[in-house]
């Protein structure tokens, strides 16, 4: 299966979920009225895309309602289908471009989220792009961290930067960047050890490798991702406004998007964070990591251009 079929597959509960409630709800409602928007809100609420997001698609179908673009009920999904994509596109800047300097990039988040995993799936895409990569085990907490990290460096065919268990993280950050300097890597990935942001020694052991990086290569890490696993709804968005707030994050990777009802999480995201979604994940295996694309992600969610997509995978 290519990567628009799974993450169209991944995404069918939270259109179910979400859509589909929609639809449902409107059914009954032939006039817009104020019980109808009371129905909409209810449903919205219960589908893990927030509070906020809520407000700003119903103030939405409003202006749309007053706009006469929405005349009755049948008028609303296809409204909201097109806000929802707008909401999606917004901030969809494109990936930096560094070439020219070794482009450093930390991967930090809570633990279990998929951190080590996306490292493996982003150095495959990097591989693919014709890109030198080298990956640095900033998890020195557990010795399983940098075996599993070695794994996929196997698996990648591209070097490791590893020391003990319970060594300074930074000291890894030190080495990694003045050996991917020396050898003139495109890219070094950065993985780390799971951490609260309510623990703040771990937030500053974060900060002193960022300090570290900068030492050896300029302006490094160029990019901070936090990694959220989307099927912690609302809870990812909390812990993105918390990790902001203490290390500067450059972006988003939206993982196990597979199977999950809450995806409607990447509104919020988008809605109250401020930081681009960078990379979107759908599985365990290696090519399981795109970077988001609001439009392909849009067709997926609402099963549109279904085929076109196909054909341009093969
Ligand atoms: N279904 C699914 N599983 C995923 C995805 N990404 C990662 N996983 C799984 O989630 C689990 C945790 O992944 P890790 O990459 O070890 O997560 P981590 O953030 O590095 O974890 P810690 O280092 O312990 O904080 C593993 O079983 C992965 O296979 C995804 O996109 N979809
Ligand atoms: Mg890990």
Not at 114 to 127: H, S
Not at 161 to 189: C, N, Y
């Amino acid at each position: 299966m290519g990567f628009f079929s799974k993450l169209m597959k991944g995404l069918t509960k939270t259109k179910e979920s979400f859509i589909n409630d929609v639809k449902t709800v409107l059914l009954g409602y032939a006039k817009i009225d104020d019980d109808m928007y009371d129905d909409l809100e209810a449903v919205m609420l219960t589908s893990d895309i927030g509070m906020e997001t809520t407000d700003y698609l119903l103030d939405k179908i409003r202006e749309g309602v007053n706009a006469k673009e929405i005349k009755e009920g049948k008028d609303v999904v296809p409204y909201l289908e097109k806000c929802i994509v707008e909401l999606l596109e917004e901030n969809d800047e494109p990936q930096r471009d560094w070439s020219g300097q070794t482009e450093v990039i930390f991967i930090v988040g809570v633990n279990g989220v998929g951190k080590t995993t996306t490292i493996g799936k982003l150095a495959n895409y990097y591989r693919k792009q014709g890109k030198s990569v080298m990956l640095a085990a900033g998890d020195t907490f557990r010795a399983a961290a940098s075996e599993q990290l070695t794994i996929w460096a196997q698996r990648n065919d591209v070097p490791i930067i590893k020391h003990q268990e319970g060594a300074d993280a930074a000291a890894v950050v030190f080495d990694a960047t003045a050996s991917a300097k020396a050898r003139g890597m495109d890219v070094l990935l950065v993985d780390t050890a799971g951490r609260l942001h309510t623990k703040s020694n771990l937030m500053e052991e974060l900060r002193k490798m960022a300090r570290v990086a900068g030492r050896n290569i300029e302006g490094a890490p160029q990019e901070t991702l936090l990694v959220l696993d989307a099927t912690t709804g609302q809870n990812a968005v909390s812990q993105a406004k918390l990790f902001g707030q203490v290390v500067p994050l450059t972006g988003v990777v939206l993982t196990k998007l597979d199977g999950t009802a809450k995806g409607g999480i990447i509104l919020s995201i988008k809605r109250e964070l401020g930081v681009p979604v960078r990379w979107v994940g759908v599985g365990e295996g290696i090519d399981d990591l795109r970077p988001f694309d609001a439009a392909q992600f849009a067709d997926a969610l609402f099963e549109k251009n279904v085929e076109k997509r196909k054909q341009e995978e093969e």
